[in-house]
């Protein structure tokens, strides 16, 4: 199939790895060609991967200049995130995305929620600058990122599933397998919509971070 939701995870050293997300906007062939172009300038951009901000500050300027050169309107959201086991830290960068859910020892919150922390759709403006929020990997036990096909889903009378809900869904959830978590988000939206399908593309990705056991 055709879709313009994708996400990558990417594998820096044994300590670190990253995990982009994106939307590009529209369906079809235009959004498939946006995400192979996303795809080609992500191994490009590789040796940024250790830092969000610059690392989507690449993407945005390669996809902005292939755009312009095409003289083509099109865009996409993102977000990035970095795990670095070695530094206990979990840093993120934001291009118009819906942020991701987190559940942890503070409860279960967004995070990249504000204008604050998000920078613009990635191919829109070029130099474009995405801030770095750096989180103690401590507070985190997991992370849920997803794609607005999830939000925007409706129900009868045209109310969005919205974020809340799925909020209550992943607190409600905290015991159940990481895998079952997922599924049951998408079971919920569908019965939330009343549908067997999405009307838009959905991406839902789900990470969890398992403490080691204590050596004897």
Request: aromatic share 6%.
């Amino acid at each position: 199939g055709l879709a313009g939701d994708f996400f990558e995870v990417i594998q820096i050293d044994e300590d670190r790895a990253g995990v982009l997300i994106c939307d590009v906007m529209g369906h079809g062939v235009r959004s498939a060609l946006i995400v192979a172009m996303l795809r080609g300038l992500l191994e490009k951009q590789r040796s940024q991967a250790a830092d969000p901000g610059a690392f989507l500050h690449g993407l945005n300027d390669g996809l902005a200049s292939i755009l312009e050169r095409a003289g083509a309107t099109m865009f996409a959201t993102g977000f990035y995130g970095l795990l670095d086991l070695a530094e206990g830290r979990f840093s993120y960068a934001c291009a118009g995305h819906p942020g991701p859910v987190i559940e942890g020892r503070d409860g279960v919150r967004q995070i990249a929620a504000t204008r604050a922390e998000k920078g613009p759709g990635l191919g829109l403006i070029q130099g474009s600058v995405y801030p770095t929020t750096t989180l103690p990997i401590e507070e985190i036990r997991r992370v849920i990122l997803f794609t607005d096909g999830v939000l925007e889903a409706e129900n009868r009378q045209g109310e969005p599933f919205f974020v809340n809900r799925l909020m209550e869904i992943v607190e409600s959830q905290s015991g159940v397998p990481l895998e079952h978590l997922l599924d049951g988000i998408l079971t919920s939206v569908l019965e939330f919509s009343e549908t067997k399908h999405f009307d838009d593309d959905v991406c839902l990705l789900g990470i969890e971070l398992i403490a080691p056991a204590p050596k004897s």
